[in-house]
DNA sequence: GATGAATGAGTGTTCATTCAT
DNA sequence: TATGAATGAACACTCATTCAT
């Protein structure tokens, strides 16, 4: 009686995530997909458009998923100070990925974190996911504090933009340090850039 | 009287480079390339393992080139100060770019600026590309200068990176700010990384 | 009281027309026709075998209405000739497929004007189309003139596709002449078949 | 040393006409083709841009050899009459389908002869097969003879149209009359149209 | 070293048809 | 009667790679 998703659909977005994380989105294509989902070649196409559009409905339902368990989490916790609830988010994100270097590869390989992307933004409204975000919880948190953050979205801009490119390295390479070792660095770099 | 590279291979870099920053590297198959540089098809695979390779020693000449002009024009100023002389660096760069777009999306399409990218380093070191890079300048301004830069690597490593990810969206797509409004947060960004 | 044929199948007839007439048969999908008469796709195979079928029909409806038209027109003139009605209803729908060259690709794309087309003929019969052809016509008329003509089936079978195949690219390509050039060459050649 | 066209590009027409005359150029796919011609998919993709070209290539061969053989075997003749010599070409032409049926319904099937068809005409001037057409013979039989004859190009185009669109139906379906039966009356048809 | 004809696995996409509801 | 989700065979077309010359 219940809104259910289809079961087909479900299968595919379920498949596709499988092989795109397992073997990159290039290397997937529509036949795997549909192979694995147990459905007809015909039956994707009824509930996508292609190959790109099911990746990018998987980057921001999984995207918003990851931030949102953050922040639930931060909630958790008594952490009061902005610049260190930044950091608490950021150490989830990472300690998370580092578990999930799957993710990791197909979050960074495609079109960053998506919190700024436009194709991906145009997916939260569509899906209405967008309560809870990183930038809401910052803006709000400057705010409350006393800091003196001059331009707020673009210093979270920056922050996300450096973590996410430095943190892939990382994290897969240990470069240019292991993560744990990195982590500091980041952290430092992170008070510096919101604290005037 | 030295090894000089054959005209063919010459011809297929040029060619694979007009054609990669016209069309897009995905975009540009191998039949492409050896059309525009005239050879046969079968003199690809004499030089190239496949359209990847030939990507990767492009991106490492091309950003070797870039970084080594932009060193070049820092020794024609007065700049002292080694943070300044990052600046400018950045400004150098960015400045390129924005007059090259399509440049642009070459690089960042693929693998950053390659700076800290194993493939890409691979090819530098293959081709002894590697005697002025921003490393060894940021280095040396380090020591010759009285700043206390714990650990000079990470910090330069977090620069780039912060600039690269940044930059790409703020000159292609004016997000989250049109580049030349952006770049005076990015100044500050570096000034406070550098600095203790 | 009678049978009315149904709603949806008038529907059907309806988008088929507008859709083949717009974008050609074999750019016209079932979907496309279910889509414009806003009914189920299945309902579809309710009231006809495939596309074809529903083109036939259609081809043989328009083309009936087409010629019935002319033949209306023809009563409501003076003229007595046989030869000049044969040349009036000849003009007359040269006349009308100018107005509406979609029209005319859609009858000459598919299977000539019907006249003596298996498939169509049998579409006739089915549905009692068959009351003022032209050939009813022609034969009325040699017999009330004194015209001597040897075999009137083929005569007037010769001046159909005569006509149809000539115009098609006359009204379409103005070739080999434009049509309003070419209808007296067209209109003598009629009377030269047609008197001995 | 002598130029041959490629065994592979023979293998390919080859095939294509045998399938094409067959099962009609709809229901022939390049996978038919390359599978009777026994070369590779790709290899078709080499020579022919897609079905439709090879289909209008082999028209315009077939159609112009037809044509050539016709007017061979008139100067083997002592006709003189141009009126005779059309007639004697048409029904050379109808001789030789009525023996090829299969011929037959691939050009009638496929638009028309050819011989005003511009899509054809192209291909019959790139490949130099335009010496002794119809038209030439035509049109130099009027001057020689005394005849006369207004406009010979509309008159020959309305000739070759009259037979194509009749014989067509006459040859395959015996409608509206066997070929041989019909054949009396479009001699006369085509006197008709040709003297004043 | 240099060539380019030949290959065929692989791709995304379409769409007539079925059938459980 | 009416539906439309599901299907999968079929399609045209691409292109990296090979190899005989």
Redesign the interface.
């Known amino acids: 009686m219940c809104a259910v998703a289809s079961n087909k659909e479900e299968s595919l977005l379920k498949s596709a995530f499988k092989l795109f994380t397992e073997k990159g989105v290039k290397d997937t294509s529509i036949q795997d997909i549909v192979n694995d989902a147990d459905v007809g070649k015909g039956t994707f196409y009824l509930y996508f458009k292609d190959k790109y559009e099911i990746r990018d409905i998987l980057i921001a339902k999984k995207s918003n998923k990851l931030f949102n368990d953050a922040i639930k989490s931060l909630r958790k916790t008594e952490i009061k100070d902005l610049t260190e609830q930044v950091i608490y988010i950021v150490d989830y994100v990472i300690d998370y990925l580092k578990k999930n270097p799957i993710l990791l590869k197909f979050f960074f390989k495609n079109l960053?974190l998506g919190l700024?992307n436009?194709a991906i933004n145009k997916i939260y409204e569509d899906n209405g996911l967008y309560e809870n975000t990183m930038l809401t919880l910052f803006l709000k948190g400057i705010e409350e504090s006393n800091l003196k953050v001059k331009?707020p979205?673009?210093?979270l801009?920056?922050i996300i933009?450096?973590v996410?490119?430095?943190c892939f390295?990382s994290i897969i390479?240990d470069?240019?340090?292991p993560i744990e070792e990195?982590k500091p660095?980041?952290h430092n770099?992170i008070r510096?850039?919101i604290n005037e």
């Open positions: 960053s700024y436009k331009n979205e673009v210093t801009y920056m933009e450096l996410s490119s430095t390295n390479y470069e240019p340090l990195f660095h980041l770099a510096k850039l």
